[in-house]
């Protein structure tokens, strides 16, 4: 088995165990491939779905899809929202814009909670600095106050049975 088949393994098994323990706050949708390299999550909590008359109408109900290419993890994955979101670091063809630099220690499972805090616009990741959709930043900019939209957090009780074997 290569270390790229290990570490989706290892990825999916432990994607597993935190909606398992989610409380019903997240889902997998769907899966493709053995091992298993493409998801569509769903995410239980408050975000923005579009900004109406200044003032947004919220969505409750998240979903995303998360693609792990050949390179992974030596390459980040990819990461795109399928429901309506308005959020400074989405572009408005629904890419999440994951920063500049990616190590390839972040698992899947760390991803999706990043991707959880983004839909809340928590504080420390939405980045207002260097915005993916500048419109949602202005918007952002003028509406801290009401951030974060929900407290929900995505934490679980994993422990990290998993032993992370590369090689």
């Known amino acids: 088995m290569s270390v790229r088949e290990k570490r989706l393994n290892n990825d999916f098994q432990a994607l ?13 949708i769907f899966t493709n491939g053995i091992p298993v390299y493409q998801y569509i999550i769903e995410y239980h909590c408050k975000g923005i779905e579009k900004i109406e008359n200044n003032q947004p109408k919220f969505r409750t109900s998240h979903s995303i899809e998360i693609t792990l290419g050949n390179n992974y993890p030596r390459e980040r994955a990819s990461a795109k929202f399928l429901t309506p979101i308005f959020h400074p670091n989405v572009y408005t ?47 952002a900019m003028k509406n801290q106050a009401l951030f974060p939209l929900d407290n929900q957090t995505f934490k679980s009780q994993i422990t990290p049975q998993i032993a992370w074997q590369y090689f």
């Open 16 to 28: 597993s165990e935190l909606v398992a323990n989610s409380g019903g706050t997240l889902a997998i």
């Open 93 to 139: 063809n629904l890419n999440i814009c994951l920063g500049n630099s990616w190590s390839m220690t972040e698992t899947v499972s760390e991803l999706v909670l990043r991707i959880g805090k983004i839909i809340q616009y928590t504080e420390d990741i939405t980045n207002l600095n260097s915005p993916a959709n500048a419109n949602a930043k202005n918007w």
